[in-house]
DNA sequence: CCTTCCGGCAAACAGTTGTTTACTGACTCC
DNA sequence: GGAGTCAGTAAACAACTGTTTGCCGGAAGG
């Protein structure tokens, strides 16, 4: 078998493991995942529960899984929006437009991560943060990258990123438990106000 | 009896009932509320599983008495904050110095709160939310009698309040995470910048 | 003093849980 | 084509869950 022509076996293999992260996905939406039962889960799928074992060795593990996929289509989003190389006000009403758009498209990985950033589980509590500290180095370096930071410490720096990214955060969590479209909106116009307040805080952060 | 000496029926019943909370609370460090069981608090407190239906009709019962408790605790520190009458920057360190002192007082009610936010019970995560609410609309109201806010809009107030307050909750979480009191002071550190930053941003928000 | 009230108890209920065991049968590979 | 690998199975395990029932014993109140 070639490398990305996988046998039969190992495909048969990866697709009830995506069945298995879909179902939890679902189940997710209305538990967290320390109350998250195996046995649910593979009765969702329609596999014994011992074939659980054959993929994760705990629901915790299958947390852990769940973070790197739902972090990694957010990473997409971020890279895009630091891509940007327009005004101001252009590169905000880009950020939150694409904010709200991966919300409604992944609404199910954003309420997980914002579930479990503090949840009742270590181990994706810590993956969690691990990668949102992965995701604010990243804004770091692009912002250190523009003139507006010339003159900046790289601690001042990482601190405005560090900013962003919680800002982002709590964004996606208040559109995800937007109740319809009018709040969302309003959602929307905080955030951008809120942002340009931040950005004008950023270019008076050398005056005096 | 009189409106402030119980009766010995009505004391004994307000005991367990905190014994009922207090164990929940201890019992929710380490997991989140939708997988903590009525038995498993009642058998921490030393009593009947049927005696907690005396109490309250479920754990998000429980869960929602837990959230007025908690929160409660913080009004009396941002009503303080919001008292200081100092310098800007000193202003910014008592408020960094209260969160962080209320954290270490009270790690398990911010631990709750923190968790529950965006936890798997909608009552409890609604209640929270409205709390967090009346924070912002105490501090608008704070930030909009200082001269600082001459000429802004009531939204605009309410939007620079409700980032007061995110970065608070956030800033708190973030110390419940810390390792040591070294990762303390760093994340002391990081929040007052931030909160120079943002008001910074404030002071020139009306420019251009 | 005698009755009413009521917080807490013990017991039983039917379901559910995670984990282990020995197994089957289709795919892999020589 | 025959031996070996291994994802998924069925069954059994003890332990646990939330909830209901009838009852007790001491406080409340006339």
Redesign the interface.
């Known amino acids: 078998m070639s490398s990305n022509t996988l046998g039969v076996r190992q495909a048969q293999k990866r697709k009830t493991r995506e069945a298995l992260l879909d179902a939890g996905l679902r189940l997710?939406e209305?538990?967290?995942?320390?109350?998250l039962g195996l046995r649910e889960v593979t009765r969702v799928v329609g596999v014994a529960p011992a074939a659980f074992y054959r993929h994760f060795r705990d629901m915790a593990d299958l947390g852990v899984a769940l973070v790197g996929e739902s972090l990694g289509s957010l990473h997409v989003v971020v890279r895009a929006v630091l891509a940007e190389r327009s005004e101001a006000e252009e590169v905000i009403d880009g950020t939150v437009e694409a904010v709200a758009a991966h919300v409604e498209l992944h609404p199910a990985h954003v309420?997980f991560i914002?579930?479990e950033?503090?949840?009742?589980v270590r181990a994706v509590?810590e993956a969690i943060?691990a990668e949102l500290d992965r995701f604010g180095d990243e804004v770091a370096e692009a912002l250190g990258a523009q003139e507006l930071s010339a003159g900046w410490s790289a601690e001042?720096v990482r601190?405005?990123a560090?900013?962003y990214v919680?800002?982002l955060v709590?964004t996606a969590?208040a559109f995800?438990?937007a109740a319809g479209p009018e709040e969302r909106r309003r959602i929307a116009d905080?955030a951008r106000?809120?942002l340009r307040?931040?950005?004008?805080?950023?270019?008076?952060?050398l005056?005096g």
């Open positions: 997710l209305e538990q967290s995942l320390s109350s309420r914002a579930r950033r503090h949840g009742g509590r943060g001042d601190m405005l560090g900013l919680d800002h709590m969590s995800i438990e905080t106000r809120q307040l931040i950005s004008l805080g950023r270019r008076h952060w005056d």
